[in-house]
């Protein structure tokens, strides 16, 4: 290789960060992520980085399209998110973002299992802190909760690299059969990062708790790298399939109700997560590339939607729909780059999420999975419903809630333009993206009748918002909670924790007084033959010492002579 390891210079800049300060720290933040694209452009395709360590090979860097794609875009995201968050003076936090986006690079080009878990667990020790930065009681009990529950994760993935290897002698990562216990661990590991239905609650719970720079980082990072690890390992399985279907469904209802919109918008994301584990499971050559693509426009929109609203809570101290309306007046700048966010999110022609969704639907309607296509293709109407329109219209438009408030900072401000730039180039050129791709990608994009069929699809749910907010009928926002998987561990876990120890309670004293009853006991034994007045303990005659000595010579001499 004629260059570095890409994560290299991401775990040197962190270390650098606690030793600068002001201007100085801030040139190291903006040099690594560019260092780093640098560096990408001397990583040649095919190119790797081993060691050796026991009886395995372990490839600590390989280089191929797929690993290319996902390690590029997200060096242009840590890019993004750093200069949104020039503004931050807090050495933990900066160092912990570029310690989390280096170890989600690290996992993207590890060529072995073990390299993957090292930094896969990485990810989940950095990016804590920056849900604990925000200093709140709420933020802390979500970062506690987001810990457990990917450390528990971390523990089901070990246990099935280690079965895994164990069955196949092998540690590459590479194409993984679901034929074994440690297979379907890996897959299961996978999927409470990449938020499978009734595993996805630690997102929704830790992401809008962090802070309001963080939570850009977080949408960037883990989710992605998870829907990295599916399409190396499991591309064409077909219970993702299913299971992508469900995540872009359930999630809608929730975020059609969330009064808080960095909430609603986890929630949309693992709508769109689901796409791209649809496309990954669906595994055609078209499908794996819309997957990709998806995943690359995701990144970029999703982190725009995301400064949008940091920057509201940077500058309000609120994103809670019920409290804003009428930014537009004082944040317009914000607001415009909202509305781009959301179109794109939303799959409008000309803006990056057409460009993507497009190939997967497209793909997964050729594999003949209609019910699947049917469910992608509600959730791609409904994407306006619950993001396109809300988001913008009740923080920077709707009812005035007469808030004024200066405009965003000029680094957020050049991170947003940034952004919203990069997601109409996108869309108003395809081909850029579609030439990174795994695959040769054959697919006219705007065709008329392609178009058109957007187009009547917006049109539809636009006209359907209209009618449901003039008959009163569209969900406002306001207080309240919303149950969801997470019920299951806040609520049921520790009430029948509760229920089997009051239970028990009883059956564990008698069990216990049993115990101590007998130990009582055997104490008093012990103590009355092998105390200080115990018969043991008694000093006997020299005389009557000899006899017995005596009579155990005897016994062994008959022993001898009688039966030896």
Same mark, same amino acid.
């Given at each position: 290789?004629?260059?570095?390891?890409?994560?290299?210079?991401?775990?040197?800049?962190?270390?650098?960060?606690?030793?600068? *300060?002001?201007?100085?720290?801030?040139?190291?933040?903006?040099?690594?992520?560019?260092?780093?694209?640098?560096?990408?452009?001397?990583?040649?395709?095919?190119?790797?980085?081993?060691?050796?360590?026991?009886?395995?090979?372990?490839?600590?860097?390989?280089?191929?399209?797929?690993?290319?794609?996902?390690?590029?875009?997200?060096?242009?995201?840590?890019?993004?998110?750093?200069? /949104?968050?020039?503004?931050?003076?807090?050495?933990?936090?900066?160092?912990?973002?570029?310690?989390?986006?280096?170890?989600?690079?690290?996992?993207?080009?590890?060529?072995?299992?073990?390299?993957?878990?090292?930094?896969?667990?990485?990810?989940?020790?950095?990016?804590?802190?920056?849900?604990?930065?925000?200093?709140?009681?709420?933020?802390?009990?979500?970062?506690?909760?987001?810990?457990?529950?990917?450390?528990?994760?971390?523990?089901?993935?070990?246990?099935?690299?280690?079965?895994?290897?164990?069955?196949?002698?092998?540690?590459?990562?590479?194409?993984?059969?679901?034929?074994?216990?440690?297979? *379907?661990?890996?897959?299961?590991?996978?999927? /409470?990062?990449?938020?499978?239905?009734?595993?996805?609650? *630690?997102?929704?719970?830790?992401?809008?708790?962090?802070?309001?720079?963080?939570?850009?980082?977080?949408? =960037?990072?883990?989710?992605?790298?998870?829907?990295?690890?599916?399409?190396?390992?499991?591309?064409?399985?077909?219970?993702?399939?299913?299971?992508?279907?469900?995540?872009?469904?359930?999630?809608?209802?929730?975020?059609?109700?969330?009064?808080?919109?960095?909430?609603?918008? !986890?929630?949309?994301?693992?709508?769109?997560?689901?796409?791209?584990?649809?496309?990954?499971?669906?595994? !055609?050559?078209?499908?794996?590339?819309?997957?990709?693509?998806?995943?690359?426009?995701?990144?970029?929109?999703?982190?725009?939607?995301?400064?949008?609203?940091?920057?509201?809570?940077?500058? =309000?101290?609120? =994103?809670?729909?019920?409290?804003?309306?009428?930014?537009?007046?004082?944040?317009?700048?914000?607001?415009?780059?909202?509305?781009?966010?959301?179109? %794109?999110? %939303?799959?409008?022609?000309?803006?990056?999420?057409?460009?993507?969704?497009?190939?997967?639907?497209?793909?997964? @309607?050729?594999?003949?999975?209609?019910? $699947?296509?049917?469910?992608?293709? /509600?959730? !791609?109407?409904?994407?306006?419903?619950?993001?396109?329109?809300?988001?913008?219209?009740?923080?920077?438009?709707?009812?005035?809630?007469?808030?004024?408030?200066?405009?965003?900072?000029?680094?957020?401000?050049?991170?947003?333009?940034?952004?919203?730039?990069?997601?109409?180039?996108?869309?108003?050129?395809?081909?850029?993206?579609?030439?990174?791709?795994?695959?040769?990608?054959?697919?006219?994009?705007? $065709?008329?009748?392609?178009?058109?069929?957007?187009?009547?699809?917006?049109?539809?749910?636009?006209?359907?918002?209209?009618?449901?907010?003039?008959?009163?009928?569209?969900?406002?926002?306001?207080?309240?909670?919303?149950?969801?998987?997470?019920?299951?561990?806040?609520?049921?876990?520790?009430?029948?924790?509760?229920?089997?120890?009051?239970?028990?309670?009883?059956?564990?004293?008698?069990?216990?007084?049993?115990?101590?009853?007998? =130990?009582?006991?055997?104490?008093?034994?012990?103590?009355?033959?092998?105390?200080?007045?115990?018969?043991?303990?008694?000093?006997?005659? @020299?005389?009557?010492?000899?006899?017995?000595?005596?009579?155990?010579?005897?016994?062994?001499?008959? *022993?001898?002579?009688? /039966?030896?």
């Amino acid at each position: 290789m004629s260059s570095v390891p890409p994560f290299l210079i991401f775990l040197v800049g962190a270390a650098l960060i606690p030793l600068t *300060w002001g201007r100085l720290r801030q040139a190291v933040m903006l040099a690594v992520p560019i260092l780093g694209g640098l560096n990408l452009l001397y990583l040649g395709e095919g190119g790797s980085w081993a060691i050796g360590l026991f009886d395995y090979g372990l490839e600590l860097v390989r280089v191929d399209r797929l690993s290319l794609l996902f390690g590029g875009v997200f060096h242009l995201a840590t890019l993004l998110a750093v200069i /949104f968050a020039l503004h931050v003076r807090d050495a933990t936090q900066q160092t912990a973002a570029l310690l989390y986006a280096g170890s989600t690079i690290g996992a993207v080009f590890a060529g072995d299992l073990v390299t993957l878990f090292v930094f896969w667990e990485m990810t989940v020790v950095t990016s804590v802190f920056l849900i604990l930065a925000r200093a709140t009681p709420r933020a802390q009990a979500a970062a506690m909760r987001y810990l457990l529950v990917q450390v528990t994760a971390g523990v089901i993935l070990l246990a099935g690299i280690l079965s895994h290897i164990r069955a196949t002698g092998d540690v590459t990562f590479g194409a993984i059969e679901l034929d074994g216990l440690g297979s *379907w661990l890996i897959l299961l590991g996978f999927g /409470f990062k990449a938020a499978f239905p009734l595993l996805h609650s *630690w997102l929704t719970d830790a992401y809008p708790e962090a802070t309001p720079t963080g939570t850009v980082f977080l949408s =960037v990072f883990s989710t992605k790298m998870a829907i990295y690890a599916l399409a190396r390992g499991f591309t064409g399985t077909e219970l993702l399939v299913y299971i992508g279907a469900v995540m872009t469904v359930f999630p809608v209802l929730y975020a059609i109700v969330e009064d808080d919109l960095r909430r609603l918008l !986890s929630y949309s994301l693992i709508v769109q997560l689901g796409f791209m584990v649809c496309g990954i499971g669906v595994g !055609s050559e078209l499908a794996l590339d819309g997957a990709t693509a998806h995943a690359v426009t995701h990144i970029l929109y999703k982190a725009l939607l995301f400064m949008t609203m940091g920057a509201v809570l940077h500058q =309000v101290g609120t =994103v809670k729909a019920s409290e804003l309306g009428g930014l537009a007046r004082s944040m317009p700048f914000t607001a415009g780059c909202c509305i781009i966010g959301a179109a %794109s999110i %939303s799959a409008a022609p000309l803006f990056s999420g057409f460009v993507s969704k497009a190939l997967i639907l497209t793909a997964t @309607a050729e594999a003949g999975y209609d019910m $699947s296509w049917l469910m992608l293709l /509600f959730a !791609s109407a409904c994407a306006l419903l619950y993001v396109g329109i809300r988001v913008p219209f009740l923080a920077f438009f709707g009812r005035d809630s007469g808030r004024r408030v200066p405009e965003a900072p000029l680094n957020m401000r050049i991170a947003m333009g940034l952004g919203a730039v990069l997601c109409i180039a996108i869309g108003v050129y395809p081909t850029g993206l579609y030439d990174l791709l795994p695959y040769e990608v054959h697919y006219h994009l705007y $065709s008329a009748g392609h178009v058109l069929a957007s187009l009547q699809m917006l049109g539809v749910s636009a006209l359907a918002f209209a009618v449901l907010w003039l008959a009163g009928w569209y969900p406002l926002p306001g207080a309240g909670i919303t149950l969801d998987a997470e019920w299951i561990y806040r609520r049921v876990l520790p009430w029948t924790a509760r229920e089997f120890v009051a239970l028990f309670a009883p059956l564990d004293r008698a069990v216990r007084r049993v115990a101590l009853r007998v =130990v009582r006991r055997f104490v008093v034994y012990i103590w009355r033959h092998h105390g200080p007045q115990g018969i043991l303990a008694a000093t006997l005659p @020299a005389g009557n010492m000899v006899m017995w000595t005596l009579a155990v010579l005897a016994v062994v001499l008959v *022993w001898v002579l009688y /039966f030896l």
